[in-house]
């Protein structure tokens, strides 16, 4: 740190992404991207002529995408926002309604970025204490006095709380934008976005890096009522109004246009995810009924950090989490059926020599 950073950011905890080693080349079951490549159409869309307009600006409102991402959700173009991937979204959420000492409330196990945003922004933020069973209460989200964040499905956990809790918190805080982060949500869980015509505080933000096999492009989007949707323009414009590069906004287009293709990859990723949790199931594991591209373990045979590290020496790469309530798990991203073979393979070898 050198002496001339603002003080307000001398005691930031930036977020730790998940490792991406270039050593040698792992199964990378880290970070829930998709195993799967971009369609064909995807693929077309980012061309030599593409590369060639590199040299003009891109729209800065992205309304060729936009207009697409507006059909695809039965909403206005007026209620779509686009951003350099959702975490762009949530930092200008958090700066918009929750900075300079106004509230925020999120769950004490969630999508660590949450907090650090909070931080950054100098909120007064609450995490509210997940169940036992990581289960959420809802209720304890509804009716409070600041902004709300919910990932729904949850991360690192997988599990999802049903449209209905959702309204009811969205309901019970009029007064207070809800953002639901549905990073997950095409693998299984339910979507707020049809009620954003119904509700003026509900951002619901979604990304191109999980089901649509763009986390490399960076792309995220939110729905919003207009006047929400507005508030994030004039941040933005205020910021970087360029923020989401041509290729990126030509290769979202092709990627709405094939839109069946990645419904297929998700039905794919969810029969594996199954297929998964049976097997490690019969090696003692205890899992989350998850509703997204990852599943969350821990085996009472193995400590959590040993299995990730043991792993890790044989080339297939999880996510481990040191803080105390969930020191025991680890979250696996769900790949292709081959490389979830190898993973039970490689559990099944490192079990039998822990015991
Ligand atoms: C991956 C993830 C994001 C961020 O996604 P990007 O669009 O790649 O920035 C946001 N929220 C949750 C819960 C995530 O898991």
Redesign the pocket.
């Known amino acids: 740190m050198s002496k001339f950073l603002d003080s307000r950011y001398s005691g930031l905890a930036a977020y730790v992404p998940g490792e991406q080693p270039q050593d040698k080349k792992y199964i990378k079951l880290n970070t ?1 991207e998709s195993p799967y490549p971009p369609s064909e159409e995807t693929l077309a869309a980012v061309n030599k002529s593409q590369v060639e307009l590199l040299r003009l600006y891109p729209d800065p409102d992205g309304r060729a995408l936009t207009k697409k991402i507006a059909e695809l959700y039965g909403v206005e173009s007026e209620n779509i926002f686009l951003a350099n ?4 979204i ?1 930092n200008f959420a958090f700066m918009a309604y929750c900075a300079n000492g106004r509230k925020s409330y999120f769950a004490d196990i969630t ?1 660590g ?1 949450y907090s650090v945003f909070a931080n950054l922004h100098g909120s007064d933020y609450t995490e509210i204490p997940l169940e036992e069973d990581f289960s959420s209460d809802y209720k304890k989200f509804c009716g409070v006095d600041g902004g709300v964040f919910i ?1 729904n499905p949850n ?1 690192p956990t997988g599990l999802a709380l049903g449209l209905d809790a959702v309204e009811e918190v969205i309901k019970s805080n009029p007064d207070n934008v809800v953002v639901i ?1 549905e ?2 949500v095409d693998f299984g869980g339910e979507s707020a976005s049809s009620l954003v015509k119904k509700y003026d505080n509900l951002l619901v933000v979604q ?1 191109f ?2 089901s649509r096999s763009m ?1 490399g492009a ?1 792309l ?1 989007f939110a729905i919003g009522s207009k006047e929400i949707i507005g508030d994030l323009h004039k941040l933005r414009y205020s910021t970087n109004p360029y923020n989401i590069n041509r290729l990126t906004l030509a290769a979202g287009e092709a990627t709405i246009d094939s839109q069946s293709y990645y419904d297929g990859n998700c039905k794919k990723i969810i029969e594996t995810r199954e297929w998964t949790i049976s097997e490690l199931k019969k090696l003692g594991f205890e899992i989350l009924p998850s509703k997204a591209n990852f599943i969350f373990a821990k085996n009472d045979k193995i400590d959590g950090e040993k299995l990730y590290l043991e792993l890790k020496e044989q080339g297939v790469l999880v996510r481990h989490f040191t803080s105390q309530r969930i020191k025991a798990y680890n979250r696996i991203t769900i790949g292709t059926p081959e490389q979830m073979q190898v993973l039970v393979e490689k559990i099944k070898d490192i079990i039998t020599e822990a015991v």
Request: aromatic share 16%.
């Open positions: 829930n991937g959702s975490d762009d949530l999508y970025f990932a991360a982060d990073a997950y990304t890096s999980k986390a960076r995220g």
